[in-house]
């Protein structure tokens, strides 16, 4: 079963090694602990509901729970707390765009707000309902997730809008294809989310992000249904998908997703190299990206992420092995470790191996083979569990991404792990900091950040730390020219930052849209736009 | 100097060989040619301008006159005629931003209407003044051509919107960079036009269309100015980005364009593959880019377009040479042209060249070398003048162009062709169609058909002749799931047929976004929308 106040499946337990404890304590002290709640506990919170019967609405309180609150640090510790805030007044699960439909009219008779929700995995609090008068329904489109149409000549799958990572992929799988978009919250996020909150997957350097497989379809709305054919490009006007995706629930309901797959490759491997310092692993990793060497992932760790993850991968011993080698050909403090993969044809794969190898050896890189890269693909979704694992031992952990132009990548991710590291300074807290480039282009890359701190005394200060930290950095992404989010979307969370990136003028474009499909706001309403 | 009334410079002119003549006649019939107006003509029904008078407001008619058309076939014929219907009241040619700001506030306070003008090559009639109570004032960009910054790290150039073609190419070459977009009016076409429009260039493959080149810039609009800020991806929100490209001048002026850029390739070599049928060339072209072979062009011609080139090619003995090699190869009646490019550094290109060998061998290619891709390297900006050329001979010829799924690749081809072929067929007419792909997609194809007929007895007669084959085949892509234009953009001649793909509720939006802009409805009334 699914963890009501956490990340995943129960049975998914990723531990923290035996070091773990000890390397954190040197870091920002010893751990501290804050009682959890129960499940009874906050069951017996969940109000009345204000929304009259109808057969596609639950009102059970367990259902509201369950949907009241995404995976950001504040839906954690209120989770954790048991202290929910508002709950959805009823959940419907419809199974067809008619259903869909049927909901929507149902919230125009009785005035009430609705909030669409694919897996619930939101780290920017998208699908979290807010203090209103007016009732709240939440549509969660899990059962809406089968593949309904296989283009096999066009490579167009349409699915379900609530269809999640594994039933997307296995549902593909079993015809010899792949949609390749493998974001971390791939086990729950869902093909309707990605969409509307702009996600981006590991692979997305051969695959693209959602912004290139989305290729059309249905978005419900309270103007009528918009249907978005299927074309390779268009010149004719402004692209509506471009309207739809970002859109993070405020036009309508997605009720069919066609998507762009690809027919599984006939070989995929995953390498890691060590870049004997920072500067050289970032021109290193331009120069590959830039060569247009045709990788499938890419992804720089700077030198604390990676004695971070050596510290904390479980094995001292091979490790310890590892750093040897990797001291006597040149990588020895501050090195960065750098995973690629490559995927397709084996002659092209081959290639690709090479120029990467050669560009990289150049910049002073450590070839180790494919042992840690198959490491990361064997963990490439358990991250999100650490979470639990390190709360439990007395930690916080959360973090933060955005993305800006080459240029300007070693200045704001120095600018965002300085705001973090001395974010609560005044405290005297220390926060452990440390940074990845995971999705790269040739304009530019995304830089993703770790904070690991402390919790406070009460749950209420946690949250103030939070808080604190959170809007350092936002505030230093968005004066030092970076995203809000390059994959995360806006939520409620980043909305305060998103004007200094749209402008006036953009913001109020934005809002014309969402007037034009919602007349009446009634839809998931303080998410992307601050209302 | 440029020519007032057809394409380019009056200097470079393409002549029909020798045996074209004949091989039309036998097609279609003996030409027929209509007398051409002068240019003293047409001044002289130049009418006074409704406009005051401003420092940057040009009124002479020799100024209007060259800004009252584009390059559609209705304008073609206006133009030879003399005949040009609206001209502008002025046209400015402002120098900055502020200078574009003060035009629309002259424009607000005149109460008149505002067309952006690029290049001019407009083959859907993008500037083309309205007919209107309200005087018009066309913008030309052509003094903001330069390139302002270059940052060489993140590979973003900042251009002024009115650079053309070879201004792009010669400022970015000199600095070693290539911007790669070279649609047929390159020579013409300006980098503001190809964003407002969606433009795609022939190596579209290898460096993306103007979608994926446009990282930002500046919006001129009535409501204010739009500054997009440049980032590698994002997933903020709605893409602004998407907004400006394809407005088509309706939603402001562009001020400065910043586009993303690639340095100069070692290597560059287009090759030629003659394939013995139209089914296999289909499936070879689809297998070798949903294969994601790194090629930077390909384009496939079909059987009736194979043929008219070879014969209009103008080397008879060494075609007979060629055709003769071909055959005894396998590839002869119903044989199809396939030339695809590879651009990248020498390793890449070799491996690139020879999974594109062995790929199309399967389908039966036969490989001719590079000869006769330096042959369409050399003449890929040519075939504009054909026009000229023909036209001078007796005949009118006019392209029209979509884009759809692979799966109706074939189908839609067929019935645009028919639609075509069959559309004077009730005036006994003759009418030479052909056909070829030249950007394509792992999802489909872009189809770009060609289509030569004769000019009825007055020009009147003949715009008719264009009008019938023109919404024969523009109802056939709006009804075969073509989109109505994957090049060219919708400008006005297209605008009949956009509702058909964006559906009522997708136009509304637009239109949302427009009165969002232009809450007056100044900027180029009648492109895109149909007011």
């Excluded at 869902?190 to 051969?206: E, I, N």
């Excluded at 959170?470 to 004066?479: D, P, V, Y």
């Amino acid at each position: 079963m699914r963890r009501w106040n956490g990340w995943g499946e129960e049975t998914t337990v990723v531990e923290l090694p035996d070091n773990g404890r000890g390397f954190l304590a040197d870091l920002v002290g010893p751990g501290l602990t804050l009682p959890d709640a129960t499940l009874e506990q906050v069951l017996a919170k969940v109000p009345v509901s204000r929304l009259p019967e109808h057969p596609l609405v639950v009102r059970e309180a367990r259902d509201r729970l369950l949907h009241a609150r995404g995976q950001s640090l504040p839906d954690w510790l209120a989770m954790r707390e048991g202290d929910f805030g508002v709950f959805p007044d009823g959940v419907a699960y419809p199974q067809t765009a008619e259903q869909i439909r049927e909901l929507l009219k149902f919230a125009e008779l009785w005035d009430c707000l609705v909030i669409p929700y694919g897996g619930g995995t939101s780290v920017a609090g998208h699908i979290n309902p807010p203090v209103s008068d007016k009732a709240v329904l939440t549509v969660s489109l899990e059962h809406m997730n089968r593949l309904l149409e296989l283009d096999e000549q066009s490579l167009i799958a349409t699915f379900g809008p609530g269809a999640n990572g594994p039933q997307v992929e296995s549902q593909l799988r079993a015809r010899g294809y792949t949609l390749g978009h493998f974001p971390q919250s791939w086990e729950l996020s869902t093909l309707g989310g990605w969409v509307a909150s702009r996600s981006s997957g590991q692979q997305s350097l051969r695959y693209g992000r959602i912004e290139q497989l989305f290729a059309g379809g249905t978005l419900e709305t309270f103007a009528g249904s918009l249907e978005i054919p299927t074309f390779p490009a268009s010149s004719a006007g402004p692209d509506l998908r471009e309207v739809v995706m970002g859109s993070e629930g405020r036009f309508g309901i997605l009720s069919s997703v066609k998507v762009r797959v690809t027919r599984i490759a006939e070989d995929e491997r995953f390498y890691a190299v060590f870049l004997p310092s920072w500067e050289q692993a970032l021109e290193g990793i331009r120069t590959l990206v830039q060569a247009r060497v045709p990788l499938s992932m890419l992804r720089l760790s700077n030198a604390v992420e990676t004695t971070t993850q050596l510290a904390l991968a479980g094995h001292p011993g091979q490790i310890a092995w590892l750093e040897r080698y990797l001291k006597l050909r040149g990588a020895a403090e501050g090195k960065c470790m750098l995973t690629f993969g490559v995927t397709g044809d084996r002659a092209q794969n081959a290639i690709s191996l090479r120029a990467a190898r050669r560009i990289l050896k150049a910049f002073g890189g450590v070839f180790t083979g494919t042992l840690l890269g198959k490491k990361w693909a064997q963990n490439r979704f358990r991250f999100p569990y650490l979470r639990e694992a390190l709360w439990e031992n007395g930690y916080v952990v959360d973090t933060l991404e955005t993305a800006t132009d080459w240029s300007n990548v070693d200045n704001l991710l120095n600018r965002i792990e300085n705001s973090l590291r001395e974010g609560l300074a005044a405290e005297g807290e220390r926060v452990h900091v440390f940074t990845h480039l995971s999705h790269v282009y040739g304009e530019g890359s995304s830089i993703y950040t770790t904070y690991v701190f402390r919790p406070a005394a009460s749950y209420a200060q946690t949250h103030e730390r939070w808080r604190k930290l959170k809007h350092a950095a936002s505030q230093t992404i968005a004066n030092h020219r970076g995203t809000i989010s390059h994959q995360h979307g806006v939520g409620k969370d980043h909305a305060p930052y998103l004007p200094v990136e749209k402008g006036p003028l953009g913001m109020a474009a934005i809002k014309a849209l969402a007037g034009h499909f919602d007349p009446s706001g009634r839809l998931n309403p303080g998410t992307l736009l601050q209302d």
